[in-house]
Protein backbone atom coordinates (compact mmCIF):
# COMPACT_ATOMS: atom_id res chain seq x y z
CA UNK A 1 0.00 0.00 0.00
CA UNK A 2 1.02 3.81 -0.93
CA UNK A 3 1.23 5.69 1.82
CA UNK A 4 -0.41 9.24 0.90
CA UNK A 5 2.21 12.38 1.67
CA UNK A 6 0.66 14.90 5.33
CA UNK A 7 0.91 18.27 5.74
CA UNK A 8 0.56 21.38 7.63
CA UNK A 9 -2.03 23.45 7.12
CA UNK A 10 -2.97 25.62 9.38
CA UNK A 11 -2.06 26.72 13.19
CA UNK A 12 -3.69 28.30 16.22
CA UNK A 13 -2.11 28.95 19.60
CA UNK A 14 -3.80 30.54 22.86
CA UNK A 15 -0.63 30.27 25.55
CA UNK A 16 0.92 32.01 28.55
CA UNK A 17 2.95 34.10 25.82
CA UNK A 18 0.18 35.24 23.41
CA UNK A 19 -3.34 34.58 22.61
CA UNK A 20 -2.63 33.92 18.90
CA UNK A 21 -0.16 32.14 17.10
CA UNK A 22 1.87 35.56 15.60
CA UNK A 23 1.88 36.92 19.72
CA UNK A 24 3.00 33.30 20.50
CA UNK A 25 5.87 32.73 18.36
CA UNK A 26 6.94 36.68 18.99
CA UNK A 27 6.88 35.28 22.72
CA UNK A 28 9.39 32.57 21.75
CA UNK A 29 11.89 34.44 19.69
CA UNK A 30 12.24 37.38 22.45
CA UNK A 31 12.51 34.92 24.93
CA UNK A 32 9.69 36.01 27.09
CA UNK A 33 8.64 34.27 30.35
CA UNK A 34 5.33 33.78 30.75
CA UNK A 35 5.31 33.10 34.52
CA UNK A 36 3.14 35.19 36.93
CA UNK A 37 1.66 34.72 39.93
CA UNK A 38 -1.97 32.70 40.28
CA UNK A 39 -4.77 35.10 39.62
CA UNK A 40 -6.88 32.88 39.47
CA UNK A 41 -7.58 31.88 42.84
CA UNK A 42 -5.91 32.50 46.15
CA UNK A 43 -2.49 30.64 46.06
CA UNK A 44 -1.43 32.22 49.44
CA UNK A 45 -1.15 29.10 51.23
CA UNK A 46 0.33 27.02 48.30
CA UNK A 47 3.75 25.67 47.96
CA UNK A 48 3.64 26.70 44.95
CA UNK A 49 2.18 30.40 44.15
CA UNK A 50 2.97 31.11 40.39
CA UNK A 51 1.82 29.86 37.32
CA UNK A 52 1.54 30.47 33.32
CA UNK A 53 -1.69 31.98 33.05
CA UNK A 54 -3.42 32.85 30.04
CA UNK A 55 -2.79 36.95 29.60
CA UNK A 56 -5.89 39.11 28.71
CA UNK A 57 -8.21 36.21 27.82
CA UNK A 58 -12.05 36.41 28.23
CA UNK A 59 -13.74 33.89 26.76
CA UNK A 60 -17.00 35.75 26.26
CA UNK A 61 -15.25 37.88 23.29
CA UNK A 62 -14.75 33.97 21.35
CA UNK A 63 -17.59 31.71 22.57
CA UNK A 64 -21.58 33.26 23.77
CA UNK A 65 -22.17 33.34 27.16
CA UNK A 66 -25.16 30.95 27.86
CA UNK A 67 -22.46 28.26 25.58
CA UNK A 68 -20.05 28.98 27.24
CA UNK A 69 -21.03 28.35 30.77
CA UNK A 70 -22.02 24.64 29.47
CA UNK A 71 -18.35 24.05 29.51
CA UNK A 72 -14.72 23.51 30.98
CA UNK A 73 -12.08 26.28 30.32
CA UNK A 74 -9.85 23.26 28.57
CA UNK A 75 -13.31 23.33 25.94
CA UNK A 76 -12.95 27.29 25.75
CA UNK A 77 -9.44 26.85 25.04
CA UNK A 78 -10.01 24.05 22.42
CA UNK A 79 -12.45 26.08 20.31
CA UNK A 80 -10.74 29.26 19.98
CA UNK A 81 -7.44 27.27 18.66
CA UNK A 82 -9.61 25.12 16.19
CA UNK A 83 -11.20 29.00 14.87
CA UNK A 84 -8.02 30.14 14.14
CA UNK A 85 -6.23 27.25 12.67
CA UNK A 86 -9.03 26.36 10.27
CA UNK A 87 -9.03 30.28 9.48
CA UNK A 88 -5.57 30.06 8.84
CA UNK A 89 -5.91 26.90 6.53
CA UNK A 90 -8.46 28.56 4.50
CA UNK A 91 -10.38 25.27 3.31
CA UNK A 92 -13.90 26.37 2.36
CA UNK A 93 -16.26 24.88 4.93
CA UNK A 94 -19.43 24.70 2.47
CA UNK A 95 -17.64 22.65 0.25
CA UNK A 96 -15.02 20.73 1.88
CA UNK A 97 -16.36 16.63 2.08
CA UNK A 98 -17.16 17.04 5.81
CA UNK A 99 -17.58 13.02 6.12
CA UNK A 100 -13.72 12.73 5.68
CA UNK A 101 -12.82 15.91 8.30
CA UNK A 102 -11.45 14.28 11.76
CA UNK A 103 -11.08 15.96 15.14
CA UNK A 104 -8.39 13.88 17.09
CA UNK A 105 -7.56 16.09 20.22
CA UNK A 106 -5.49 15.76 22.97
CA UNK A 107 -5.98 15.98 26.78
CA UNK A 108 -4.15 14.70 30.02
CA UNK A 109 -7.34 15.51 32.72
CA UNK A 110 -9.99 17.42 30.75
CA UNK A 111 -12.64 19.50 32.84
CA UNK A 112 -10.65 19.76 35.75
CA UNK A 113 -12.02 22.90 37.62
CA UNK A 114 -15.17 21.87 36.57
CA UNK A 115 -14.82 18.59 38.63
CA UNK A 116 -13.55 20.62 41.76
CA UNK A 117 -16.29 22.91 41.74
CA UNK A 118 -18.79 20.43 41.50
CA UNK A 119 -17.08 17.59 44.61
CA UNK A 120 -16.17 21.67 46.58
CA UNK A 121 -19.80 22.22 46.21
CA UNK A 122 -21.15 18.77 46.90
CA UNK A 123 -18.99 18.31 49.98
CA UNK A 124 -20.37 21.91 51.48
CA UNK A 125 -23.41 20.78 51.43
CA UNK A 126 -25.93 18.65 53.52
CA UNK A 127 -25.91 15.26 51.81
CA UNK A 128 -28.21 15.69 49.03
CA UNK A 129 -26.97 15.10 45.73
CA UNK A 130 -26.93 18.43 43.68
CA UNK A 131 -24.94 18.61 40.47
CA UNK A 132 -25.42 20.60 37.82
CA UNK A 133 -26.78 18.26 35.00
CA UNK A 134 -23.82 19.69 32.70
CA UNK A 135 -21.27 18.49 35.24
CA UNK A 136 -20.23 14.98 33.53
CA UNK A 137 -20.34 16.72 29.88
CA UNK A 138 -18.08 19.31 30.96
CA UNK A 139 -15.78 17.27 32.67
CA UNK A 140 -14.97 14.74 30.59
CA UNK A 141 -11.98 14.68 28.38
CA UNK A 142 -13.42 13.44 24.97
CA UNK A 143 -16.26 16.14 25.07
CA UNK A 144 -13.30 19.09 23.70
CA UNK A 145 -13.51 17.22 20.42
CA UNK A 146 -17.00 16.21 20.04
CA UNK A 147 -17.77 20.30 20.37
CA UNK A 148 -15.18 21.04 17.30
CA UNK A 149 -16.42 18.35 15.30
CA UNK A 150 -20.41 19.71 16.25
CA UNK A 151 -19.56 23.01 15.74
CA UNK A 152 -18.40 22.74 12.30
CA UNK A 153 -20.01 19.38 11.54
CA UNK A 154 -16.97 17.06 10.68
CA UNK A 155 -17.93 13.63 10.82
CA UNK A 156 -14.84 11.94 10.07
CA UNK A 157 -12.82 9.95 12.99
CA UNK A 158 -13.17 11.60 16.10
CA UNK A 159 -11.95 11.05 19.37
CA UNK A 160 -9.33 11.64 22.29
CA UNK A 161 -6.02 10.79 23.39
CA UNK A 162 -5.64 10.73 26.99
CA UNK A 163 -1.59 10.02 27.66
CA UNK A 164 -0.79 12.71 29.95
CA UNK A 165 2.04 15.45 29.20
CA UNK A 166 2.33 13.48 25.11
CA UNK A 167 -1.56 13.38 24.58
CA UNK A 168 -1.65 16.13 22.02
CA UNK A 169 1.62 14.46 20.58
CA UNK A 170 -0.30 11.24 20.69
CA UNK A 171 -3.21 13.10 19.13
CA UNK A 172 -1.40 14.54 16.43
CA UNK A 173 0.29 11.36 15.38
CA UNK A 174 -2.86 9.42 15.26
CA UNK A 175 -4.21 12.04 12.83
CA UNK A 176 -0.99 11.65 10.87
CA UNK A 177 -1.21 7.78 10.58
CA UNK A 178 -5.10 7.71 9.70
CA UNK A 179 -4.59 10.64 6.48
CA UNK A 180 -1.81 8.83 5.02
CA UNK A 181 -3.59 5.28 5.65
CA UNK A 182 -6.43 7.68 3.39
CA UNK A 183 -8.89 7.27 6.14
CA UNK A 184 -9.73 10.95 6.12
CA UNK A 185 -8.46 14.17 3.87
CA UNK A 186 -8.35 16.65 6.69
CA UNK A 187 -8.01 16.15 10.63
CA UNK A 188 -8.23 19.01 13.64
CA UNK A 189 -5.56 17.41 15.78
CA UNK A 190 -3.76 19.35 18.88
CA UNK A 191 -4.45 19.45 22.78
CA UNK A 192 -5.78 21.61 25.71
CA UNK A 193 -5.46 22.09 29.29
CA UNK A 194 -7.06 23.87 32.09
CA UNK A 195 -5.48 22.91 35.37
CA UNK A 196 -4.39 26.27 37.02
CA UNK A 197 -6.89 25.24 39.61
CA UNK A 198 -7.06 25.04 43.21
CA UNK A 199 -6.96 20.56 42.44
CA UNK A 200 -4.12 21.26 39.82
CA UNK A 201 -1.61 23.48 42.10
CA UNK A 202 -2.09 21.66 45.22
CA UNK A 203 -2.34 18.31 43.54
CA UNK A 204 1.13 18.42 41.56
CA UNK A 205 2.76 20.06 44.70
CA UNK A 206 1.79 17.08 46.72
CA UNK A 207 3.73 14.82 44.27
CA UNK A 208 6.48 17.78 44.35
CA UNK A 209 6.74 17.94 40.84
CA UNK A 210 6.07 21.72 40.64
CA UNK A 211 9.11 24.26 41.32
CA UNK A 212 8.53 26.23 44.75
CA UNK A 213 11.01 29.01 43.77
CA UNK A 214 8.22 31.74 44.80
CA UNK A 215 10.79 34.18 45.38
CA UNK A 216 11.98 33.92 41.71
CA UNK A 217 8.91 32.94 39.90
CA UNK A 218 9.35 34.72 36.40
CA UNK A 219 12.95 32.58 36.11
CA UNK A 220 11.71 29.07 37.90
CA UNK A 221 11.49 27.20 34.85
CA UNK A 222 15.13 26.61 34.14
CA UNK A 223 15.29 23.87 32.18
CA UNK A 224 19.13 22.01 32.26
CA UNK A 225 20.38 24.67 34.95
CA UNK A 226 22.07 22.97 38.24
CA UNK A 227 19.23 25.56 40.40
CA UNK A 228 16.00 23.76 38.70
CA UNK A 229 13.52 22.61 40.94
CA UNK A 230 10.39 21.29 38.95
CA UNK A 231 8.22 22.33 35.97
CA UNK A 232 5.88 25.28 36.32
CA UNK A 233 2.20 24.38 35.28
CA UNK A 234 1.03 26.43 32.49
CA UNK A 235 -2.50 26.33 30.64
CA UNK A 236 -3.50 27.01 27.46
CA UNK A 237 -3.85 24.99 23.60
CA UNK A 238 -2.68 24.71 20.36
CA UNK A 239 -4.08 23.38 16.75
CA UNK A 240 -2.54 22.07 14.01
CA UNK A 241 -4.95 21.38 10.65
CA UNK A 242 -3.18 18.32 9.22
CA UNK A 243 -4.04 17.37 5.55
CA UNK A 244 -2.96 14.55 2.63
CA UNK A 245 -0.49 16.87 0.51
CA UNK A 246 -2.73 16.65 -3.35
CA UNK A 247 -5.54 17.37 -1.06
CA UNK A 248 -4.23 20.33 0.41
CA UNK A 249 -2.52 21.00 -2.94
CA UNK A 250 -5.29 20.67 -5.16
CA UNK A 251 -7.03 23.51 -3.49
CA UNK A 252 -3.89 25.74 -3.59
CA UNK A 253 -3.02 25.47 0.31
CA UNK A 254 -0.63 27.63 2.26
CA UNK A 255 1.59 24.28 3.52
CA UNK A 256 4.00 25.14 6.31
CA UNK A 257 5.86 21.39 6.16
CA UNK A 258 5.35 18.02 6.07
CA UNK A 259 4.86 15.67 8.57
CA UNK A 260 7.26 12.90 8.38
CA UNK A 261 6.69 10.49 10.59
CA UNK A 262 5.68 10.06 14.19
CA UNK A 263 7.31 7.46 16.96
CA UNK A 264 5.76 6.05 20.30
CA UNK A 265 7.56 3.79 23.38
CA UNK A 266 6.53 3.31 27.07
CA UNK A 267 9.51 3.77 29.82
CA UNK A 268 7.85 0.32 31.47
CA UNK A 269 9.81 1.76 34.72
CA UNK A 270 7.94 4.13 37.32
CA UNK A 271 4.90 6.01 37.35
CA UNK A 272 6.16 9.58 37.55
CA UNK A 273 10.07 9.13 36.94
CA UNK A 274 11.84 8.32 33.75
CA UNK A 275 13.39 5.66 32.97
CA UNK A 276 17.35 6.01 34.84
CA UNK A 277 18.91 5.14 31.39
CA UNK A 278 16.30 7.00 29.22
CA UNK A 279 15.73 3.89 27.72
CA UNK A 280 12.30 4.94 26.50
CA UNK A 281 13.28 8.27 24.93
CA UNK A 282 15.94 6.59 23.11
CA UNK A 283 13.33 4.27 21.35
CA UNK A 284 11.08 6.46 21.02
CA UNK A 285 13.19 8.91 19.17
CA UNK A 286 14.57 6.18 16.97
CA UNK A 287 11.59 4.74 16.30
CA UNK A 288 10.22 8.26 14.92
CA UNK A 289 13.20 8.41 12.79
CA UNK A 290 12.81 4.84 11.02
CA UNK A 291 9.08 5.94 10.55
CA UNK A 292 9.89 9.18 8.77
CA UNK A 293 12.66 7.14 6.71
CA UNK A 294 15.34 9.30 7.81
CA UNK A 295 18.40 9.41 9.64
CA UNK A 296 19.48 11.55 12.85
CA UNK A 297 22.40 13.57 10.51
CA UNK A 298 19.09 15.21 9.22
CA UNK A 299 17.43 16.23 11.83
CA UNK A 300 18.75 20.09 12.57
CA UNK A 301 16.33 21.04 15.82
CA UNK A 302 15.17 19.08 18.63
CA UNK A 303 12.13 21.03 20.87
CA UNK A 304 12.82 18.91 24.24
CA UNK A 305 10.41 17.47 26.48
CA UNK A 306 12.40 19.67 28.78
CA UNK A 307 10.48 20.03 31.84
CA UNK A 308 13.02 21.72 34.21
CA UNK A 309 12.97 18.94 36.75
CA UNK A 310 16.14 17.57 38.16
CA UNK A 311 15.72 13.67 36.64
CA UNK A 312 13.99 13.79 33.59
CA UNK A 313 15.99 16.99 31.83
CA UNK A 314 19.52 14.93 32.30
CA UNK A 315 17.85 11.70 31.32
CA UNK A 316 16.30 13.33 28.08
CA UNK A 317 19.66 14.87 26.89
CA UNK A 318 21.98 11.75 27.77
CA UNK A 319 19.11 10.56 25.10
CA UNK A 320 19.73 12.56 22.54
CA UNK A 321 23.67 11.77 22.57
CA UNK A 322 22.99 8.07 22.50
CA UNK A 323 20.65 8.39 19.47
CA UNK A 324 22.39 11.18 17.78
CA UNK A 325 25.82 10.19 18.58
CA UNK A 326 29.03 12.84 17.25
CA UNK A 327 26.35 14.06 15.62
CA UNK A 328 24.46 15.77 18.79
CA UNK A 329 27.11 18.55 18.63
CA UNK A 330 25.76 19.86 15.19
CA UNK A 331 21.86 19.90 16.53
CA UNK A 332 19.82 23.13 18.57
CA UNK A 333 18.32 21.79 21.44
CA UNK A 334 15.44 24.00 22.88
CA UNK A 335 12.91 23.71 25.51
CA UNK A 336 10.41 26.21 24.88
CA UNK A 337 8.70 25.24 28.30
CA UNK A 338 10.82 27.78 29.47
CA UNK A 339 8.78 30.10 28.55
CA UNK A 340 5.79 28.58 28.33
CA UNK A 341 5.24 26.33 31.44
CA UNK A 342 4.10 22.68 31.01
CA UNK A 343 0.65 22.75 29.47
CA UNK A 344 0.33 19.44 30.34
CA UNK A 345 -1.61 17.15 28.39
CA UNK A 346 -1.42 20.70 25.10
CA UNK A 347 2.47 20.84 25.75
CA UNK A 348 2.65 18.59 22.62
CA UNK A 349 0.43 20.66 20.32
CA UNK A 350 2.24 24.42 21.09
CA UNK A 351 5.62 22.99 21.31
CA UNK A 352 4.89 21.29 17.94
CA UNK A 353 3.72 24.80 16.86
CA UNK A 354 7.11 26.00 18.05
CA UNK A 355 8.89 23.52 16.37
CA UNK A 356 7.24 23.93 12.53
CA UNK A 357 7.47 27.44 13.00
CA UNK A 358 11.24 27.58 13.39
CA UNK A 359 11.27 25.34 10.29
CA UNK A 360 9.17 28.75 8.50
CA UNK A 361 11.47 31.19 9.60
CA UNK A 362 14.73 29.55 10.37
CA UNK A 363 15.07 30.86 13.89
CA UNK A 364 15.47 28.25 16.98
CA UNK A 365 13.68 29.17 20.00
CA UNK A 366 15.65 29.87 23.36
CA UNK A 367 16.04 27.84 26.49
CA UNK A 368 15.63 30.83 28.91
CA UNK A 369 16.53 31.21 32.24
CA UNK A 370 19.51 29.20 31.97
CA UNK A 371 22.28 30.84 34.50
CA UNK A 372 24.71 27.52 36.38
CA UNK A 373 25.79 24.82 34.48
CA UNK A 374 24.82 21.79 35.62
CA UNK A 375 27.74 19.15 35.71
CA UNK A 376 25.63 16.10 34.85
CA UNK A 377 25.16 17.46 31.46
CA UNK A 378 27.77 17.70 28.70
CA UNK A 379 28.90 21.28 27.83
CA UNK A 380 29.20 21.23 24.44
CA UNK A 381 25.62 20.21 23.55
CA UNK A 382 23.73 23.89 22.34
CA UNK A 383 20.98 24.00 24.78
CA UNK A 384 20.26 27.62 22.69
CA UNK A 385 20.84 29.11 26.14
CA UNK A 386 19.03 32.43 26.47
CA UNK A 387 18.54 34.10 23.27
CA UNK A 388 17.35 32.43 20.30
CA UNK A 389 19.52 31.91 17.34
CA UNK A 390 19.19 32.00 13.53
CA UNK A 391 19.73 29.12 11.72
CA UNK A 392 18.38 26.83 8.40
CA UNK A 393 16.12 24.17 9.60
CA UNK A 394 15.32 21.47 7.19
CA UNK A 395 14.26 19.04 9.79
CA UNK A 396 12.88 19.03 13.35
CA UNK A 397 12.00 16.51 15.99
CA UNK A 398 9.70 17.50 18.92
CA UNK A 399 9.45 15.11 21.79
CA UNK A 400 6.45 14.68 24.73
CA UNK A 401 6.72 12.54 27.56
CA UNK A 402 4.09 11.88 29.91
CA UNK A 403 3.32 10.57 33.78
CA UNK A 404 3.16 6.86 33.20
CA UNK A 405 5.88 6.08 30.90
CA UNK A 406 4.33 7.52 27.43
CA UNK A 407 6.93 8.56 25.08
CA UNK A 408 5.90 10.19 21.58
CA UNK A 409 8.07 12.06 19.14
CA UNK A 410 7.11 13.45 15.97
CA UNK A 411 9.49 15.16 12.97
CA UNK A 412 8.38 17.59 11.07
CA UNK A 413 10.26 19.07 7.41
CA UNK A 414 10.44 21.73 4.99
CA UNK A 415 8.04 20.55 1.91
CA UNK A 416 10.21 18.94 -0.74
Given at each position: ????????????????????????????????????????????????????????????????????????P?T??????????????????????????????????????????????????????????????????????????????????????????????????D??????????????????????????????????A????????A?????????????????????????????A???????????????L????????????????????????????G????????????????????????R???????????K??????????????G??????????????????????I?????D?????????????????????????T????????????????
Amino acid sequence: MQLKRVVVTGLGALTPLGNNLQDYWAGLTQGVSGANLITRFDASKFKTRFACELKNFNVEDHIERKEARRMDPYTHYALVVTKEAIEDAGFNLDTVNKDRVGVIWGSGIGGLLTFQEECVAYGRGDGTPRFNPFFIPKMIADIASGHISINYGFRGPNYTTTSACASSNNAMIDAFNLIRLGKSDIIVTGGSEAAVTEAGVGGFNACKALSENNESYATASRPFDQTRDGFVLGEGAGCLILEEYEHAKARGAKIYCEVMGGGLSADAYHITAPHPEGLGAKLVMRNALEDAGMKAEDIDYVNVHGTSTPLGDVQEARAIQDVFGEFAYKLNISSTKSMTGHLLGAAGAIEAIATIMAIRHGIVPPTINFSTPDPELDPNLNFTFNKAQTRTVNAAMTNTFGFGGHNTSAIFRKLE
